[in-house]
């Protein structure tokens, strides 16, 4: 589809000049973000690479905690997290219960089917 000037659709030539705009600085938006996201990415890897070094030294010299300053202090802390649910292990734990592998894997067939799919619409730039 062609938005340029010359096409052959009548529409008021603001519209096009506000849609030609709103397309430059879109882009000029997306390129930032991109390249704020490489410096980030970046910076990321860094600290957590500073991170593991801290971690290792404080557990070896036994501290749970650094002063770095008057008010603030680096806490050594250990936190639990949840592995998401895989398929497999769902359908285990049902045939374990239902003692019935069919009934299981209608179980687990309908469970996955049953999910909400959400859709969004977003515009994105790639190269042609």
Aim: hydrophobic share 30%; aromatic share 6%; net charge positive.
């Amino acid at each position: 589809m062609n938005y340029d000037s010359d096409s052959s659709q009548t529409q008021p030539s603001e519209t096009i000049v506000d849609f030609k705009a709103a397309v430059t600085e879109w882009i000029r938006i997306s390129e930032e973000i991109s390249r704020l996201q490489k410096e980030t990415r970046t910076k990321r890897h860094r600290m957590n690479h500073l991170g593991t070094f801290i971690m290792t030294f404080m557990k070896q010299n036994n501290k749970e905690f650094c002063n770095i300053g008057d008010e603030n202090a680096l806490v050594l802390k250990s936190r639990k997290s949840t592995t998401g649910l895989k398929k497999d292990n769902v359908l285990k734990v049902l045939e374990s219960y239902l003692r019935n592998e069919e009934m299981a894997k209608k179980c687990i067939t309908e469970i996955y089917n049953t999910r909400t799919t959400k859709e969004k619409d977003i515009i994105q730039m790639k190269a042609i």
